[in-house]
Nanobody, 123 residues
Framework: QVQMVESGGGLVQAGDSLSLSCVASDRTLSGYTYGWFRQAPGKEREFVATVTERGRGTYYADSVKGRFTISYDNAQSTVYLQMNDLRPEDTAVYYC????????????????WGQGTQVTVSS
């Protein structure tokens, strides 16, 4: 069983930036595509961004395009989500997942997940 461990969440003001990171507990068993999803209270988990372990195949939700950047550091086996110009509507628990379907925006295609990290953006 692979455990993804997220970190970097917190409370910020609108317009601020945050960087999330996520590392797999067993790199040999994790998939080769990584995704960030988020879930706000009372809402379903939604796709944010995805990247392959070679840093290719990056895709973003329209709501974060131009503000968020996903990247993968192969040496550290860590996936990052740089979030700029944060808005109150970005408030959610952010989850990192890993899977095998390149470019997937569907949570069901990601096999292993972390516990999530809270991001709260005040207006």
């Amino acid at each position: 069983q692979v455990q993804m461990v997220e970190s970097g969440g917190g409370l910020v003001q609108a317009g601020d930036s945050l960087s999330l990171s996520c590392v797999a507990s067993d790199r040999t068993l994790s998939g080769y595509t990584y995704g960030w999803f988020r879930q706000a209270p009372g809402k379903e988990r939604e796709f944010v961004a995805t990247v392959t372990e070679r840093g290719r195949g990056t895709y973003y939700a329209d709501s974060v395009k131009g503000r968020f950047t996903i990247s993968y550091d192969n040496a550290q086996s860590t996936v990052y989500l740089q979030m700029n110009d944060l808005r109150p509507e970005d408030t959610a628990v952010y989850y990192c997942g890993t899977g095998y379907k390149v470019g997937s925006t569907y949570a069901d295609d990601y096999r292993y997940w972390g516990q999530g990290t809270q991001v709260t953006v005040s207006s």
